[in-house]
């Protein structure tokens, strides 16, 4: 997946080490997230099953959730910053062009009839 971006960014080396350790810490928070939004699925499933709702068990989940989505939003702000120091002005722009756009645009499926609404019924 990063051999591609590697290449129309013209990184070097010491660019894409920088790149791919901040995917891989981006990664690893990505995992504890799941861990702890599966907590607060289980306590709302928990929550759901009860005679009654526990308000204590969905403001439980809710506050797993709120922690979940704060690993994510540290790590994700982490490695834009890595990256971004990583790049120079040139590339910066193409990788914010790319961001602007999105992944359809530029992802296996871009250009797919069947998965981005062109061709065949799109």
């Known amino acids: 997946m990063l051999r591609g971006l590697f290449t129309r960014l ?4 010491g ?8 995917v891989e810490d981006l990664m690893t928070a990505g995992r504890e ?6 907590s607060a699925h289980e306590a709302l499933a928990a929550a759901m099953r009860a005679e009654s709702i526990d ?20 790590a994700g702000e982490r490695a834009i910053v890595s990256i971004h120091d990583a790049l ?3 590339q910066r ?3 914010a062009d790319l961001i ?5 645009h530029h992802g296996p ?14």
């Open 93 to 95: 722009r193409v990788l």
């Open 55 to 74: 308000s204590g068990a969905t403001a439980g989940a809710r506050t797993r959730l709120q922690a979940a989505f704060d690993v994510m939003a540290v």
């Open 15 to 22: 660019q894409e080490k920088v790149i791919l350790a901040a």
């Open 88 to 90: 120079d002005s040139q």
């Open 10 to 13: 013209d990184t070097s080396p």
């Open 109 to 122: 499926w871009a250009g797919h009839p069947y998965r981005c609404g062109h061709g065949i019924g799109g």
């Open 33 to 38: 997230a799941r861990k702890e939004a599966r």
């Open 100 to 104: 602007e756009s999105g992944p359809m």
